[in-house]
Nanobody, 128 residues
Framework: QVQLVESGGGLVQAGGSLRLSCAASGRTFSTYTMGWFRQAPGMEREFVAAIRRSFGDTAYNTYYADSVKGRFTCSRDNAKNTVYLQMNSLKPEDTAVYYC?????????????????WGQGTQVTVSS
């Protein structure tokens, strides 16, 4: 079983920044699509961002929810088995538990059901 561990959450003021990290086990990490989701109290789990594998001579393909596009950046370091979510210009509505997820198929989907491994989540709170 692939293990995912998120870190980097915390409390920030509106307009501030955080960088979330997700450390993954497994030797096939580089082939996985990695996703970020968030869930606020009383809300459904929501897609935030995803990053696909590298194809050797091309850049990683990244995808973002409209609500975070231009503010958040997803990246990965396969040598460290780690994916990152850089969050800038944070807003109170970004407050949620953020989850890292992995899709071993290496495909892309915004549907949580398409991801087969999940971390425990890290709390992000943005104050007004």
């Amino acid at each position: 079983q692939v293990q995912l561990v998120e870190s980097g959450g915390g409390l920030v003021q509106a307009g501030g920044s955080l960088r979330l990290s997700c450390a993954a086990s497994g030797r096939t990490f580089s082939t996985y699509t990695m996703g970020w989701f968030r869930q606020a109290p009383g809300m459904e789990r929501e897609f935030v961002a995803a990053i696909r594998r590298s194809f050797g001579d091309t850049a990683y393909n990244t995808y973002y929810a409209d609500s975070v596009k231009g503010r958040f950046t997803c990246s990965r370091d396969n040598a460290k088995n780690t994916v990152y979510l850089q969050m800038n210009s944070l807003k109170p509505e970004d407050t949620a538990v953020y989850y890292c997820a992995a899709d071993s198929r290496g495909l892309y989907t915004v549907n949580p059901e398409g991801y087969d491994y999940w971390g425990q989540g890290t709390q992000v709170t943005v104050s007004s």
